[in-house]
Antibody
Framework: EVQLVQSGAEVKKPGESLKISCKGS????????IGWVRQMPGKGLEWMGI????????RYSQSFQGQVTISADKSISTAYLQWSSLKASDTAIYYC?????????????????WGQGTMVTVSS | DIQMTQSPSTLSASVGDRVTITCRAS??????LAWYQQKPGKAPKLLIY???SLESGVPSRFSGSGSGTEFTLTISSLQPDDFATYYC????????FGQGTKVEIK
């Protein structure tokens, strides 16, 4: 079965660092891009960035550039999303999702497989 | 950046109703549009890609149409399992979601 399994819920204080994970299985992890999507409480979906685990090529949404870091360890089929200094406004559910296409204008694809989500709560 | 606007934001309907949700892009995205369904506490699920292609395993009562800047998602006969929030997403240039349409019980 093709699936993405994310790490568990986190409760952090403002200013702390955090790294959450997304492990792929049931397919060749290095052949598909993995994107990250934020959903703030009661709100919609926002694309944050995307990484190709095969060579760690990555892109960021302008809204999230410099705010988070996306990485991957292809040896363990895992992608990561990390913060160096969390803010209360980072409280949200974070989803990883697989993108089967390439990342070129007019040639990308929708997100076909999603992780179950990781709830991150930042509160003093 | 390409902006996506869905309407309506909320839709009240009954089982058996035909339901249509509209999504407009701020510039042409050809047919690079997807529709997702999200239920409370769950991850989004891909329903439609490339504007009108049905994802494997998705019931045929779901259909999509449109190209350029205007798109629709239609549920031909609403079922109890369909009460959820629906999002459109463009993937012509990176990825942008609409704000969502909540389909609730009338």
């Amino acid at each position: 079965e093709v699936q993405l399994v994310q790490s568990g819920a986190e409760v952090k204080k403002p200013g702390e660092s955090l790294k959450i994970s997304c492990k792929g299985s049931g397919y060749t992890f290095t052949n598909y891009w993995i994107g990250w999507v934020r959903q703030m409480p009661g709100k919609g979906l926002e694309w944050m960035g995307i990484i190709y685990p095969g060579d760690s090529d990555k892109r960021y949404s302008q809204s999230f550039q410099g705010q988070v870091t996306i990485s991957a360890d292809k040896s363990i089929s895992t992608a990561y999303l990390q913060w160096s200094s969390l803010k209360a406004s980072d409280t949200a559910i974070y989803y990883c999702a697989r993108q089967p296409g390439i990342v070129v204008v007019g040639a990308s694809d929708a997100f076909d497989i999603w992780g179950q989500g990781t709830m991150v709560t930042v509160s003093s | 950046d390409i902006q996506m606007t869905q309407s309506p934001s909320t839709l009240s309907a009954s089982v058996g109703d035909r339901v249509t949700i509209t999504c407009r892009a701020s510039q042409s995205i050809s047919s690079w549009l997807a529709w997702y369904q999200q239920k409370p506490g769950k991850a989004p699920k891909l329903l439609i890609y490339k504007a009108s292609s049905l994802e494997s395993g998705v019931p045929s009562r779901f259909s999509g149409s449109g190209s350029g800047t205007e798109f629709t998602l239609t549920i031909s006969s609403l079922q109890p399992d369909d009460f959820a929030t629906y999002y459109c997403q463009q993937y012509n240039t990176y990825w942008t979601f609409g704000q969502g349409t909540k389909v609730e019980i009338k």
